[in-house]
Each structure stands twice: as C-alpha cells, then as structure tokens.
Nanobody
Framework: QLQACGGGLVQAGGFLRLSCAASGRTFSRYTVGWFRQAPGKEREFVAAIIWSDGTTGYAASVKGRFTISRDNTKQTANLQMNSLKPEDTAVYYC?????????????????WGQGTQVTVSS
C-alpha cells in the first residue's frame, strides 16, 4: 500500500514537499513516479525516479521547479515543489512500477497511492 502525504493550500510562488511511503515493501526494485490530476483533466505524469540508480525524469511543465528524490533510510520518495503556480493545483498521486526503468506512462505503473490534494491560490 502506498501512502502519499504533504499536500495543502499554498500561495502562488510558494512551495510544498510531498512524500510517498510504502507499507510492507521497499522501493529498491521499483521506479517511483508522481502523477497529478486536475478537475476535468486526465491524470498526467509529473516526475519519476529509478530507485536503484537514482535516475530521474520530469514533465516539461515542472522541470526546473520540482525535484524528485529518494530517502533510502526512510524508504520514502519525495517531491519538492517550488515556485508553485495555480495550474499546479491537482490531486497528486505516487505510484510504483516494477519495470525498474524510467517511464512516464500511466499504464506501466502497477500500484497507486490514494492521492494528496495540492491547491495553489493566485
């Protein structure tokens, strides 16, 4: 089971840090991804990290503002979100892919967390 937390309400230009933890498993053999879904829109890729070697990738819309990282001790995948914009408002989900390779495709992720709401006010 994946648990995402850290969402909230923030003003434009502010920051939030999301965390994703897994109960009953470690991330060592997975790719961890963050996705988001805004009202009326499809779920979209945000960022991913290959746990085994730390390779990361980002959607163009967040590159340079968001940073995905891993904490091997705590077994959490974190998403630092800076310079937030109103268009970043969405429910953010973490997911894991057993393919252990960089992927931005929803269909390649096997397990999904319940989501955490991020709201950015203008």
């Amino acid at each position: 089971q994946l648990q995402a937390c850290g969402g909230g309400l923030v003003q434009a230009g502010g920051f939030l840090r999301l965390s994703c933890a897994a109960s009953g498993r470690t991330f060592s053999r997975y790719t961890v991804g963050w996705f988001r879904q805004a009202p009326g829109k499809e779920r979209e890729f945000v960022a991913a990290i290959i746990w085994s070697d730390g390779t990361t990738g980002y959607a163009a819309s967040v590159k340079g503002r968001f940073t995905i990282s891993r904490d091997n001790t705590k077994q959490t995948a974190n998403l630092q979100m800076n310079s937030l914009k109103p268009e970043d408002t969405a429910v953010y989900y973490c997911a894991i892919s057993s393919r252990n390779m960089y992927t931005h495709l929803n269909s390649t992720y096997d397990y999904w967390g319940q989501g955490t709401q991020v709201t950015v006010s203008s």
